[in-house]
Nanobody, 127 residues
Framework: QVQLIESGGGLVQAGESLELSCLISGRNLQGLGMGWFRQAPGKEREFVAAMHWTGETTYSEESVKGRFTISRDMAKNTVYLRMNNLAPEDTAVFYC????????????????????WGQGTQVSVSA
């Protein structure tokens, strides 16, 4: 059974940084497309960043504006989201997701592409 376990969320001040981790259990990271999404109160879940199984990445320019970086460590079976210069509007629950159907990089921007989801980790940014 595949499980995604997020960690690294917390409360920070505007301008600070956080790094979220997503540990994959029950499946090797190799061959998985991975994505990060977030959902703020009262809003729909939105795409943040994704990494194709080949390593190609795609980002939501509207929401991250060059501040966020997705990466992976195959040896640790873990995907990361480094977030710099956080702002109050980044406050949300962040979710990690995995696609094992070898979808395209572009398709990884859509929640429906994913087969597995983590439980989410709260990121709160104060002004």
């Amino acid at each position: 059974q595949v499980q995604l376990i997020e960690s690294g969320g917390g409360l920070v001040q505007a301008g600070e940084s956080l790094e979220l981790s997503c540990l994959i259990s029950g499946r090797n990271l190799q061959g998985l497309g991975m994505g990060w999404f977030r959902q703020a109160p009262g809003k729909e879940r939105e795409f943040v960043a994704a990494m194709h199984w080949t390593g190609e990445t795609t980002y939501s320019e509207e929401s991250v504006k060059g501040r966020f970086t997705i990466s992976r460590d195959m040896a640790k079976n873990t995907v990361y989201l480094r977030m710099n210069n956080l702002a109050p509007e980044d406050t949300a629950v962040f979710y990690c997701a995995a696609d094992d159907d070898y979808g395209s990089t572009w398709s990884l921007r859509q929640p429906r592409e994913y087969d597995y989801w983590g439980q989410g980790t709260q990121v709160s940014v104060s002004a």
